[in-house]
């Protein structure tokens, strides 16, 4: 079978750092995708590990454990535009699977 | 590039009707998918094609139909709407076959069946 955990809502102030970890269960695992949506609007790609280790774009960085099935999405110098829903995505063959989010309020 | 259009942006249909989502891409994109998402839920897959002429079940396929006649088009047929299949559709779409590679996604059609 397959499973995906993420935090449901998270809740940081401006200029902080976050983390949101997920785990995974998925039967043929190629790599994990990280999406963000603002409300009312359509998801867009954010980072995608295949290997293990860290990748980094800007403010925003991403981590997978292949062993352990977890990953997680590190985003600092937190600004306002960044309160959002953010998915962690694992990739199956041809298929992503999408959890429910994690909603991520940004305070001043 | 007008990237993945879809249409249309908002609709509302009796129980038991049909009706077809329009999705576009004009970026020569072989892998397409729709999904839908519920609040609290996510997004689920319900079909997705890697190329013109072939299609494939997502998770949540029962009621919807698909065919990808063109690499541009891929539209997403309502059988006969259910109450249960109010939700926001979404297409997106892929340069290549693995889903690894980014996915851009349309704008999104807000379907509601009462």
């Known amino acids: 079978g397959q499973s995906l955990e993420q935090p449901s809502e998270v809740t940081a102030v401006e200029g902080a750092i976050v983390q949101i970890n997920c785990t995974y269960q998925t039967s043929g695992f190629y790599g994990l995708s990280w999406y963000q949506q603002h409300d009312g609007g359509a998801p867009t790609f954010l980072s995608y590990n295949a290997l293990d280790g860290l990748e980094e774009t800007g403010r925003f960085s991403s981590f997978l454990s292949r062993s352990d099935s977890y990953g997680y999405l590190l985003l600092q110098e937190l600004q306002m535009k960044d309160s959002a829903s953010y998915f962690c995505a694992p990739e199956g063959y041809n298929k992503l699977i999408f959890g429910a989010g994690t909603r991520l309020a940004v305070h001043p | 590039n007008a990237g993945v259009t879809q249409t249309p942006k908002f609709q509302v249909l009796k129980t038991g009707q049909s009706m077809t989502l329009q999705c576009a891409q004009d970026m020569n994109h072989e892998y397409m998918s729709w999904y839908r998402q519920d609040p609290g839920m996510g997004l689920r897959l319900i079909h997705y094609?890697?190329?013109?002429?072939?299609?494939d079940q997502g998770e949540v396929p029962n009621g919807y139909n698909v065919s990808r006649s063109t690499t541009e088009d891929f539209p997403l047929r309502l059988l006969s709407a259910a109450p249960s299949q109010t939700s926001v559709y979404f297409c997106?779409?892929?340069?290549?076959?693995?889903?690894?590679?980014?996915?851009?996604f349309g704008p999104g059609t807000r379907l509601t069946v009462t």
């Open positions: 094609s890697v190329g013109a002429g072939i299609t």
């Open positions: 997106a779409s892929s340069p290549k076959l693995a889903t690894h590679y980014e996915q851009y």
